[in-house]
Every structure is written in C-alpha cells, then in structure tokens.
C-alpha cells in the first residue's frame, strides 16, 4: 500500500509545545447596531457582578414597541436568539454637525441571529436599495402608515425600529426576539472605548465629503476617520450599497475579533468603559430587560471570533431601476429557513465510524494532535485548531506545511490509531493513515485544499457567497 505523503517535519522536546498564536493582523451603515451589540454580548460573558449589569442596565435607552407588531407573526420555533440592529442617520443632537437630513431612516438593516446555546452567531446584512413588500404600520401616535412597495429602508422612517421590525419578520417568516438601534455618535462612542478598529486600505483615500483622510494599507482607526470609512461610498470600491456592505462587514470582523480579544476580556478597566459606553449607545426594546441581558451573556461565554460569521441576502437586479435591487428568492429563502428552524444538534453518535475501523476512538482530550496548513488559505490551520480545542481536543502545534495539497490527511504516530478515529469523527471524510516519521501517540491533521469542516460547525446554515468571518485578517481580500 502506497505510504501517504507526509508534511514537513515537526521536532518536539520532551513535552510538546503549546499552540502557536495565529499571525498577527488579520456605516457607517451596516456597524452600528450590530458591531455594539455583537460585541457586548460577546464580551460581557465574564462579568456577572450584579452591581455592574445594574449601571449598565440603567444607561440603555428603552422603547415600547408591543401592540406595533401586529398578530401575524411568525412562530418562534427553537431556542435560538434573533436581534434586530438598526443604524439611524438622524441628524438630531449630537448627529447635527453631519448635515441636515428630514426625518429619520435605518441605513443598516441586519438581522443577527446566535444558535441555541451561543454554539454560533451570524449577522444577515438588508441592502438598503432593497425593493420590498411593506406591511401596514402604526406610529406612536396611533396613527396607520398602509401597506406600500419601496425601498426596505423606508419602513424605518414609515413607523420606526416597529416597523422596520415587521417588515423583516414578513419577509423572512423569522422571529425576532429584540431590536438595537444606535447613531452616528453612538457608533464613535464604541469604537474609541475598543481603542480603535483594525482595518486595511488598498490606496491612500482622501475624502473631504466624508471627513476622511488614511494612508495606504493596514492601520488602526478611531472616532472620525472609523466613522468616515463606513460611510464613504465613492472613493472605495465600486460605489455600490453592495460593495460598500462588504466593507462594512469586514470592519465589523474587525470589531468582533477585538472585543474577544484576551487583553480585552482580562483587563476590568477596559471592558467596563467599552460596555459602559455601548449601552450609552443604544436604544433597545423593552423587553431586553438585565435578565434577559445576563442570560445571553452567560449563554455566549466562550464563543470565539470564528464562530462569527456575516453575509448579505441574495439580490439581483430590480427590471425597474438598475440603481435598485430584489432578493433572489431562489437563493435567499434557504438561508431564511435555515436560520427559522436552526436548532442545537447533538453530535453525531460515532458508532458506524468505530464500526468502519474496528477500533474504539478515545474522547477528544486524550487526543494530542498537530495541525497544519497545507492549502494555501491565511489563518485556516488556526482557525480549525481553535474549534478542535473548543471540542476539547488538546492541540500541540499549529503550523504550515512547506507542501500543498489536494486532500485533508489524517496522520498518525504508533500507538495513536484510537486518537485518529476520533479525529475522523471530528472531521468526516478522511480516511486516518499511519506515518512513520511521526511521533508516536500524536495525530497530524493536514488541512488540503478540499478543507476540513468539522462536524456540526455552522452546519444550521448555508454558506453564502461572500460571506466574512470574524476571525478573517484585516486585509485578507485587499
């Protein structure tokens, strides 16, 4: 039988090393709502002090939107958590010096939906220039807006963060459970208590309009220029609402990744200014009560910026107005229904895997293994060895492979075979291999170009073409 090709050598002392940390780097519109929102309940996880959730608690500003979303609503079907966040353009207040603006929009429309037990979280992106079917809605003072055709963001300025609420709920047949809006200033307020935002320009951008002034390539921003990258439409990329989401999308990998970060979460003094000023921020239903807070908190711990994902609704060309856009209902509605009916799944029972191999795999923390990249893609070893340790599998090297190949290899030292049938569990489809050059006892997964996807990862919902992880590099795609 033909020996598998082995990777490039790994050489231990008499224990082995612990991981390598990865390499370093990886709205206005679309950040806003959810980058604080994401964030905070990311972060908040180590904090439980009843005291401190009580001053958090009182510094969110509160709605009451029940009797505004009407009785058809869709059916909460499993224990998962949706929220809905909203960007406001209002120039009132502290938003005056961005110009003057007649009534109020959401700019940013995204629905963040996070698995039954925080297992994963990902946030859908609604094109503003989105052609919609609007309910009926009614405002604060009683009054009915009739039902209407338009532009998805004009359901905001129709009946506010009720509306906008229902009009997503139609669309989709998803339940939302609550609702976060913040504006202009809000969104600063965060991004300075994160000490500034990770983000990578391929060109020197000078855009007075936009109060936005960055040298070219990998840089931190704050306050102003955070703002102004957001927002720019026109000096960055094509110039449209689509292409500008995609920026915006990978600013908030940016914000997600440095809100979980360890320095972060290790250092009180920061994480209480950052969710001091996040919930300064926001306005939100009240129905998301410090209970309620607490509880998605504690459900969140541990859930790492690979676990994040972002992605926008399938769209195509609206006949009508080549400036506007509809959802591709072919491709939109399986993600829709994917995220209705996400439920947590149990692992699969690996019987028929023992079964194939006749040998009894061991559980994952008696597994020593080492994890390489051998397809080419930044950060894939890493971000598979994080989610093999979170399964409790005892990672020992992260590294890459000298080597590219096709296929995933499951590699083994002598006395390891029981160790590498669990790691086919883990990652189905490769047959595990003896190597002779590798330590005995040790597991090599050998990341190829066809991947390693393991199982039940993010399996509730599609992957969508586009789609950003929050542990992407900065400037990965740039």
Excluded at 28 to 49: D, E, H, K, N, P
Excluded at 319 to 326: F, L, T
Aim: charged residues 25%; positive net charge; proline residues 7%.
């Amino acid at each position: 039988m033909q020996r598998a090709a082995a990777p490039s050598p790994v050489y231990y002392a008499d224990a082995p090393p612990p991981p390598e940390p990865p390499v370093r780097g990886r709205l206005w519109r679309v950040l806003g709502g959810l980058s604080i929102v994401m964030s905070v309940v990311l972060v908040a996880g180590s904090l439980t002090a009843y005291g401190f959730w009580r001053r958090l608690d009182g510094q969110i500003d509160r709605e009451n939107v029940d009797g505004r979303l009407g009785d058809d609503r869709p059916e909460k079907l499993n224990n998962s958590l949706n929220i809905l966040l909203m960007g406001s353009d209002s120039r009132q207040g502290e938003n005056a010096r961005y110009g003057v603006e007649a009534g109020q929009r959401s700019d940013t429309t995204i629905l963040l939906h996070i698995s039954p037990g925080g297992e994963s979280a990902i946030g859908i992106s609604f094109p503003r220039d989105s052609m919609v079917q609007m309910p009926p809605c009614e405002k604060k003072d009683g009054s009915t807006v009739p039902a209407q055709f338009g532009m998805i963001n004009a359901a905001f300025s129709n009946g506010g963060p009720a509306c906008t609420w229902r009009t997503i709920e139609s669309l989709t047949k998803i339940h939302i459970d609550h609702y976060v809006e913040v504006d202009f200033a809000g969104f600063k307020r965060v991004v300075d208590a994160l000490g500034g935002v990770e983000i990578c320009v391929p060109r020197r951008i000078d855009d007075p309009k936009a109060e936005l002034h960055l040298r070219a390539g990998r840089q931190v921003v704050r306050g102003e220029q955070a703002l102004g990258y957001v927002r720019t439409r026109y000096v960055l990329g094509d110039g449209s609402d689509l292409d500008r989401i995609k920026r915006q999308q990978a600013f908030m990998a940016s914000v997600v990744k440095k809100a979980t970060d360890k320095g972060m979460l290790t250092d009180p003094g920061r994480t209480y200014d950052f969710l001091s000023a996040a919930a300064s921020s926001i306005k939100a239903d009240d129905d998301l009560t410090l209970s309620v807070m607490q509880k998605l908190a504690g459900s969140l711990r541990g859930m790492s910026a690979g676990k994040v994902r972002f992605v926008t609704v399938p769209v195509q060309a609206y006949p009508q107005d080549r400036n506007r856009v509809q959802f591709d209902r072919a491709r939109a509605e399986p993600l829709f229904r994917a995220v209705r009916e996400d439920n947590k799944l149990p692992e699969p029972a690996p019987a028929p895997v023992a079964a194939q191999n006749k040998v009894k795999p061991v559980p994952p923390a008696q597994v020593r293994v080492a994890v390489y990249n051998a397809a080419g893609v930044s950060g894939l070893a890493q971000r598979t060895a994080d989610q093999l340790t979170e399964r409790g599998f005892q990672v020992v090297k992260v590294g890459t492979s000298k080597k590219q190949y096709a296929r995933t290899r499951i590699l083994y030292g002598a006395g390891a075979e029981r160790q590498a049938a669990r790691m086919a569990i883990a990652v189905p489809g490769h047959k595990p291999r003896p190597w002779s050059s590798a330590k005995p006892g040790y597991v090599y997964l050998v990341i190829g170009a066809d991947g390693a996807d393991l199982r039940g990862v993010n399996a509730a919902v599609p992957k969508v073409a586009g789609e950003i992880r929050a542990d992407r590099d900065a400037c990965a795609e740039t």
